[in-house]
């Protein structure tokens, strides 16, 4: 149920959402959503989408671009994803972006995010240094909100390409038989969920993937 006059309710999937409408030239209003774990964090996302600077929303009834912030578009394009898309890629997108892209990128504006800016925030040694599958995903998911941001606001770049960093691979280390029977006997204690996809992933060589698909 709604708080009344705040339009935030608690959803049936745990999460709280809050409710605003932004204004278009010659369009009716829209309503659009942020979402949160809690109350308070949905009630401060609300505030900021409904002040000037972050949603853009102007008395004159138009939708100023300049300031939708890429956290605004963020949170709309992975609702989406949470509807469309399987829960395992959800979960997957999120963690990337609010790990890899959230802090750095989040009060921007998107129609100030070039190439240049992004370029300068987020290739840093620190980024060069994460796997080619890492650095592959955080552009796959920072390219997906572009093109979102892009297609619903007056926003400039909708794709950002970036040259892969390789990095020289790290020799693997396989556990010994020793070291097998005492990460199993250790896996065996106070079992949980964690534990046994650790220990399905042993016992039959599935990836992660693979494992967090079987039902």
């Excluded at 004159?60 to 949470?82: C, M, N, P, Y």
């Excluded at 300068?120 to 080619?132: G, M, P, Q, W």
């Excluded at 606001?153 to 390409?161: E, H, I, L, Q």
């Amino acid at each position: 149920m709604a708080r009344r006059g705040e339009n935030i309710r608690k959803r049936k999937d745990g999460r709280w959402e809050g409710r605003y409408t932004i204004y278009k030239a010659g369009q009716n209003g829209t309503v659009r959503s942020v979402y949160a774990r809690t109350y308070a964090e949905v009630k401060e996302k609300l505030a900021k989408a409904k002040c000037l600077p972050a949603s853009g929303y102007t008395g004159r009834g138009k939708q100023d671009a300049a300031g939708v912030t890429f956290l605004l578009a963020s949170e709309e394009w992975l609702d989406i994803i949470h509807k469309s898309r399987k829960l395992s890629t959800y979960q997957k997108y999120k963690m990337v972006y609010e790990k890899h892209l959230l802090g750095k990128l989040g009060t921007w504006p998107v129609a100030q995010l070039d190439a240049d800016l992004i370029r300068e925030i987020l290739e840093t040694d620190e980024f060069h240094a994460y796997s080619v599958s890492l650095q592959r995903s955080v552009y796959c998911v920072l390219n997906q909100i572009l093109t979102y941001a892009s297609t619903h606001y007056p926003s400039g770049t909708a794709r950002y390409v970036y040259r892969i960093q390789h990095v020289d691979a790290k020799p693997l280390k396989i556990l010994n038989h020793t070291e097998q029977i005492k990460l199993l006997r250790y896996l065996y204690e106070e079992m949980d969920i964690y534990k046994l996809g650790i220990i399905i992933c042993i016992s039959t060589g599935l990836r992660l993937g693979e494992i967090c698909a079987l039902k």
